[in-house]
């Protein structure tokens, strides 16, 4: 199982104290690899776009209006999180669903 998030993200560390033998990558500095992008963004959709985010409020409307795919690989951070790859089944975020999902 592999986490992505970033390091200081409150929710991504809750996620990696529940979850055994998971690892952790560090969308800021590791990336998220292009594959497991499209399919968040195939099973999530704009849900996947944190669009609350400084990352986000910094972007002028021309970049926002960018393809989303694009927008990830350049500015990493704009993913919501936790990002969890179980086996190739994703999750995302934290949510009660996603605990229950991950049977915890």
């Known amino acids: 199982m592999k986490l992505y998030g970033l390091k200081n993200c409150d929710t991504c560390r809750k996620a990696m104290k529940a979850l055994d033998n998971v690892e952790f990558v560090d969308v800021r500095g590791d990336g998220v690899p292009l594959d497991v992008l499209q399919s968040a963004q195939e099973k ?13 409020r910094n972007l002028d409307e021309d970049a926002r209006k960018g393809d989303p795919l694009a927008l990830l690989q350049e500015h990493p951070t704009l993913m ?11 999750h995302l975020g934290w949510s009660k669903d996603v605990q229950a999902a991950l049977a915890l």
């Open 44 to 56: 999530f959709g704009a849900a996947l776009l944190n669009t609350r985010s400084t990352t986000w």
């Open 80 to 90: 919501k999180r936790p990002l969890i790859d179980d086996g190739g089944t994703l």
